[in-house]
T-cell receptor, first 113, second 114 residues
């Protein structure tokens, strides 16, 4: 069965600093990978997704993620964090033969002024 | 505007009551999903539907029921058999079924047991 691990439950970062959120997955074939963001009390919004091709994927709000097959990772990055980036971030993996996404436990990002 | 609506935003349930959460989408999507979100546990799939009049159990279906009589609607009933229903419930939809499809989420319903 596929699984997704986000090792960091909370991350605190200063405004203007860089941010990296870790995501590791367990799946035999090439997965479909997603990053979503959730503001407090809201639904999830897609930041970016990876299916194939270039392993560096650009998303909305200045985020990017890199797929590393050898490390089974899909880490999310942003060069300079804004206060509005404070939210919870979820990594998810899907498989073509399946009908669902499996989500990680999420990483809550706090932004210090 | 196209999107997914969930109502109500907050819902209170007494012990032993069934309650129904509404989910409507006007995106013309075939597939719809219900997730439960608890702090620190991410999202867990309750039920999903690939097409009208069809649905399958997810990972935590016990104590829940659904129907899919119309393409745009996928209501979730939390029955009295669900022993710990307090949670945030999210509905999502995608163009079709499959793990490669992007899922679009509604704003959620927070259910509280009194």
């Amino acid at each position: 069965a596929q699984s997704v691990t986000q090792p960091d439950i909370h991350i605190t970062v200063s405004e203007g600093a860089s941010l990296e959120l870790r995501c590791n997955y367990s799946y035999g074939a090439t997965p479909y990978l997603f990053w979503y963001v959730q503001s407090p009390g809201q639904g999830l919004q897609l930041l970016l997704k990876y299916f194939s091709g270039d392993t560096l994927v650009q998303g909305i709000k200045g985020f990017e993620a890199e797929f590393k097959r050898s490390q089974s990772s899909f880490n999310l990055r942003k060069p300079s964090v804004h206060w509005s980036d404070a939210a919870e971030y979820f990594c998810a993996v899907g498989q073509a033969a399946g009908n669902k996404l499996t989500f990680g436990g999420g990483t809550r990002v706090l932004v210090k002024p | 505007d196209g999107g997914i609506t969930q109502s109500p935003k907050y819902l209170f349930r007494k012990e032993g009551q069934n309650v129904t959460l509404s989910c409507e989408q006007n995106l013309n999507h075939d597939a719809m999903y219900w997730y439960r979100q608890d702090p620190g546990q991410g999202l867990r799939l309750i039920y999903y539907s690939q097409i009208v009049n069809d649905f399958q159990k997810g990972d935590i279906a016990e104590g829940y029921s659904v129907s899919r009589e119309k393409k745009e609607s996928f209501p979730l009933t939390v029955t009295s058999a669900q022993k710990n229903p307090t949670a945030f419930y999210l509905c999502a939809s995608s163009i079709g079924p499959g793990g490669q499809e992007t899922q679009y989420f509604g704003p959620g319903t927070r259910l509280l047991v009194l």
